[in-house]
């Protein structure tokens, strides 16, 4: 049966514009590469519709899932494989996360510090086992990770959040942790 990564990352377009087009390059190769299912929000806008586009070029399989409330505002891509229209936003990560078989994190705004939350949560609560791949370009998660120290210095940690996660710098590098 074919893996499945879920990629959590922004519906919008990125300051650095030309690097993640680079990155996002990088990663629809590897997902290519590997026979990956890429589960992801479902829009052809932002950081997400150009990784789809990508991986749709190289005919793989792209699976959208997207609430009612967003299917205007995010544009639906449609020219996925397959698209799941989903009540709200709590039934859009649920079967993002059931749909994976591991997750990667791009850079994104809220929404996306939301998903990666919950499911470094699940992992924490020992609901999931999945991997969880945070791709942190250019530093751009560093203020969260150091985020993490601060919360267990003050004692409301109960685990070590970076044992829970794979952090990597830069896209070529995530192949090196990515086993078939």
């Not at 990155?23 to 990956?36: A, D, G, P, Q």
């Not at 586009?53 to 997207?66: F, L, M, Q």
């Amino acid at each position: 049966m074919q893996k499945s990564v879920t990629v959590f990352c922004g519906s919008s377009k990125p300051k650095n514009n030309d690097f993640m087009i680079k990155e996002i390059n990088k990663l629809s190769e590897i997902i290519i590469k590997n026979n990956y299912r890429m589960i992801y929000g479902g829009a052809k806008i932002g950081i997400m519709g150009m990784l789809a586009k990508k991986i749709i070029e190289k005919n793989g399989k792209v699976v959208g899932v997207i609430p009612e409330v967003l299917k205007k505002k995010e544009i639906v891509y449609n020219k996925l494989t397959e698209i799941h229209v989903v009540k709200n936003m709590h039934k859009r990560k649920k079967l993002m996360y059931e749909l994976g078989d591991f997750f990667i994190v791009l850079p994104g705004g809220v929404g996306t510090l939301e998903e990666f939350s919950e499911i470094l949560t699940w992992k924490v609560l020992g609901l999931t086992e999945k991997k969880i791949f945070l791709i942190n370009i250019d530093g751009f998660y560093d203020n969260i990770l150091n985020q993490f120290k601060v919360m267990d210095d003050n004692n409301f940690l109960y685990t070590d959040l970076l044992k829970e996660i794979i952090i990597v710098n830069n896209i070529s590098n995530l192949e090196d942790y990515i086993i078939n």
